[in-house]
């Protein structure tokens, strides 16, 4: 059962840093891609970066240069580097991975910048 746990969220000044936390289990995580999607207040969900399994990465146009994307496999960890925050930045960010066709993704974490 696949299992995506995040943390790292909280409330931060624009222009300040945050790091995000998803702690993956339940699945071969290294084979897997893995992204980080968000849901700002009432519109609807963005992707804002992706990882490959060989660690090519892909993010929005709106967080490039701000955010960063690494992975643990040793770890089974995936983590969002946020920097030079923005109004913008605030939603509900979770982790998610494709497994089997379903897109999983955890609880989510609040990320609010004001």
């Known amino acids: 059962q696949v299992q995506l746990v995040e943390s790292g969220g909280g409330s931060v000044r624009t222009g300040g840093s945050l790091t995000l936390s998803c702690t993956a289990s339940?699945?071969?995580?290294?084979?897997?891609?893995m992204g980080w999607f968000r849901q700002p207040p009432g519109k609807e969900r963005e992707g804002v970066a992706a990882i490959g399994s060989v660690e090519n990465t892909n993010y929005a146009d709106s967080v490039k240069g701000r955010f960063t994307i690494p992975r643990d496999n040793a770890k089974n960890m995936l983590y969002l580097q946020m920097s030079s925050l923005k109004t913008e930045d605030t939603a509900v960010y979770y982790c998610?991975?494709?497994?089997?066709?379903?897109?999983?993704r955890g609880q989510g974490t609040q990320v609010t910048v004001s």
């Open positions: 998610a991975t494709w497994y089997n066709g379903v897109l999983e």
């Open positions: 339940g699945f071969t995580y290294s084979r897997y891609c």
